[in-house]
T-cell receptor, first 110, second 114 residues
């Protein structure tokens, strides 16, 4: 399953499928990006980060892709599990803080 | 490992009252950030502090103020509360400013204004 831009706030996938969550960032000068996962009523949790001198970074079951040309960031989750159900936010470094984009709610169907 | 501690976790206030939220960063973290998250919204950056000085300012209303103390804990003071101030308020800390690594978030303080 794949989310499109910032205007599709929900993504529903079948357990075991791969998920792709997209994010468009605003500042072409941003040099550091983070994907956060937020479960209901909890604070955002770090998933993976990437610096602007890279276009891809892999973690455990997650991959972040950065396309600086179109200011686009994506998070790929392999073999999505029920525990992955949450809201996912991308964040970009803006001066001395991190600014969040609109989140995508990922729902994993058993 | 110690995490970011926020208090209180829940707070209920009436309109026009004042509220104070507290944040205790991870030990040795010198930078604190405050975010406001309305229902179904992304976290909005309010303000940040580095070494007890204001570092950056976002969409913080004039009715709100914040400071960082000598022990690096921070307090967010909100006056003349409005219904629209009802939200989750997150504090985060990092080792450096500007952040060169992740921000560590607390569990949040839920403010309800009646």
């Amino acid at each position: 399953g794949e989310s499109v831009g910032l205007h599709l706030p929900t993504l529903s996938v079948q357990e075991g499928d791969n998920s792709i969550i997209n994010c468009a960032y605003s500042n072409s000068a941003s040099d550091y990006f983070i994907w956060y996962k937020q479960e209901s009523g909890k604070g955002p949790q770090f998933i993976i980060d990437i610096r602007s001198n890279m276009d891809k970074r892999q973690g455990q079951r997650v991959t972040v892709l950065l396309n600086k040309t179109v200011k686009h960031l994506s998070l790929q989750i392999a073999a999505t599990q029920p525990g992955d159900s949450a809201v996912y936010f991308c964040a970009e470094r803006d001066n001395n803080d991190m600014r969040f984009g609109a989140g995508t709610r990922l729902t994993v169907k058993p | 490992a110690a995490g970011v501690i926020q208090s209180p976790r829940h707070l209920i206030k009436e309109k026009r009252e004042t509220a104070t939220l507290k944040c205790y960063p991870i030990p040795r973290h010198d930078t604190v950030y405050w975010y406001q998250q309305g229902p179904g919204q992304d976290p909005q950056f309010l303000i940040s502090f580095y070494e007890k000085m204001q570092s950056d300012k976002g969409s913080i209303p004039d009715r709100f103020s914040a400071q960082q103390f000598s022990d690096y804990h921070s307090e967010l003071n909100m006056s003349s509360l409005e219904l629209g101030d009802s939200a989750l308020y997150f504090c985060a800390s990092s080792l450096t400013s500007p952040p060169t690594g992740e921000l560590f978030f607390g569990e949040g303080s839920r403010l309800t204004v009646l």
